[in-house]
């Protein structure tokens, strides 16, 4: 008759057990819901006081006929939280691919690359984000068209949406 008395502590212990694990499992599932929400709030106000979001003029040395130049180019990005993703499309009709990341001190850093696959061209960039959300700063990579490494200054200005430009009327001199 020892079986009913085994079968019972075995029951105490495993319903122990799985209370336990059911306890365990609540706690990692609040923990890990508290520091998403963390994570959130943060990527938030990151994004608040550092909006990228929009459409930009760029310009970054390039080499062309062994002479630095600047190239100017339209660049769109987009913005969650600290990633930033974007595309900058060059005179050439290549465009390069952004992936960056937004760092509290107001910087951005991350990597380009060609969107072509057949283009090897590829690099990394750091930038200051400005009060008015200019960017400036460095890029540094592979310039597949003259095949070497290279570095240079990198900048964005960013393109104001949302207004006309029109000619000055007789009627507009009072407000100028």
């Known amino acids: 008759m020892e079986y009913p008395v085994a079968i019972s502590n075995m029951n105490a212990i ?7 694990l059911i306890i365990g499992l609540l706690g990692g ?3 890990s819901l508290f520091f998403l929400i963390v994570t959130l709030i943060k990527n938030k106000i990151l994004e608040r006081r550092y909006p ?3 459409t930009y003029l ?3 040395e390039d080499l062309e006929n ?10 769109v990005l987009t913005q969650r939280g600290k990633k930033i993703k974007g595309k900058t499309f ?3 009709n290549r465009t390069w691919v952004i992936d960056g990341k937004l760092t509290a001190g107001g910087n951005l850093h991350g990597v380009y690359s060609a969107e072509d696959p057949m283009d090897q061209g590829v690099g990394t960039f750091f930038l200051k984000i400005t009060p008015n959300k200019g960017m400036f700063g460095l890029w540094s990579g592979f310039d597949s068209v ?5 570095s240079g200054k990198y900048s964005f200005i960013p393109i104001l949406e949302g207004y006309t430009v029109s000619d ?7 407000q100028i």
């Open 168 to 174: 000055t009327k007789k009627e507009h001199i009072t």
């Open 14 to 20: 495993l319903g122990i057990t799985v209370e336990n």
């Open 29 to 31: 599932f609040t923990v």
């Open 58 to 60: 760029t310009t970054f």
């Open 146 to 150: 003259n095949s070497i490494v290279n």
């Open 52 to 54: 990228i979001k929009g």
């Open 90 to 92: 060059l005179t050439d």
């Open 66 to 75: 062994e002479e630095t130049v600047s190239t100017h180019a339209l660049a």
